[in-house]
């Protein structure tokens, strides 16, 4: 399932939200401030790439590295 990392615009903190398909990615709120004024700063993976190939990952724009 997908990670997101967010920051804070406000207050400046960094924190990852796990998606499910039930989430709404529009507005998640920063859990330091509450604000809603956060940034999605990129995607990754549960447990990163710490095994061989792509694991759990069976989608065509995993490049392998
Ligand atoms: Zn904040």
Known sequence: MPIY???????????EKIFFSSDNEEAIPCP???SKKTRKM????????????????????????
């Open 5 to 15: 990392e967010f920051k804070c615009m406000k207050c400046g903190q960094e924190f």
């Open 32 to 34: 330091e401030c509450k």
């Open 42 to 65: 990129m995607s990754a993976f549960a447990g990163g790439k710490s095994g061989s190939g792509c694991g759990p990952c069976a989608a065509t724009s995993c490049s392998p590295s």
